[in-house]
């Protein structure tokens, strides 16, 4: 079974800073990883993906890094904003029997300070 | 456009009720799933549904059910309810099978439970 693991509950940096969250992931997919964002009282949200032959995208502020070797996945914010502040949550993509489903992390607290 | 949408936003119950929420998906995603978040456990898929038939299922006792109906909107049930069923629960639609593809799901807002 896939399993999915951020290991920092929770992180805070200094606003203009880079925030760096860590994801670990367990089985070998061809397939996107996944990063949400999710604020208090709302449900999460889409922030970006990286397919699983790259080691890198990047979207504005956000960059994903991939080390598939590692089976590592680290999200970069730079610079990093008070309103980026928010549980982020990565997920990785598994199969199980022919079925198909995203396991998510348990997410990491990030607080940007201004 | 609309995203999605879940009924009711906040719900308290208590123990050995039962309870069903709602979903209604982005227009023209025809995939639904469900996941349970509690206070250090991430997201926990509970199932999904696409085109009116359950895909997948995850390691949720049989006292969690679902239904998708013909415009895709997406009922859980979770019947003799218990205090540890407390969860805020979400549902994410795609237009793909399981999320797949760039962009994953769509979540909704989700709903507050609370077993008392």
């Known amino acids: 079974d896939q399993q999915v693991k951020q290991n920092s509950p929770s992180l805070s940096v200094q606003e203009g800073r880079i925030s760096i969250l860590n994801c670990d992931y367990t089985?070998?997919?061809?397939?996107?990883f996944l990063w949400y964002k999710k604020y208090p009282a709302e449900g999460p949200t889409f922030l970006i993906s990286i397919s699983s032959i790259k080691d890198k995208n990047e979207d504005g502020r956000f960059t994903v890094f991939l080390n598939k070797s590692a089976k590592h996945l680290s999200l970069h914010i730079v610079p990093s904003q008070p309103g980026d502040s928010a549980v982020y949550f990565c997920a990785a993509p598994e199969t199980t029997s022919g079925t198909y489903k995203y396991i998510f992390g348990t997410g990491t607290r990030l607080k940007v300070l201004a | 456009k609309a995203g999605v949408t879940q009924t009711p936003r906040y719900l308290i119950k208590t123990r050995g009720q039962q309870v069903t929420l709602s979903c209604s998906p982005i227009s023209g995603h025809r995939s639904v799933s469900w996941y349970q978040q509690t206070p250090g456990q991430g997201l926990q898929f509970l199932f999904e549904y696409f085109s009116e038939t359950q895909r997948n299922k995850g390691n949720f006792p049989g006292r969690f059910s679902g239904r998708q109906f013909s415009n895709s909107r997406s009922e859980m049930n979770v019947s003799t309810l218990e205090l540890g069923d407390s969860a805020l629960y979400l549902c994410?639609?795609?237009?793909?099978?399981?999320?797949?593809?760039?962009?994953?799901?769509?979540f909704g807002s989700g709903t507050r439970l609370t077993v008392v």
């Open positions: 089985n070998s997919m061809f397939d996107y």
């Open positions: 994410a639609s795609s237009l793909t099978l399981s999320g797949t593809g760039t962009y994953g799901y769509t």
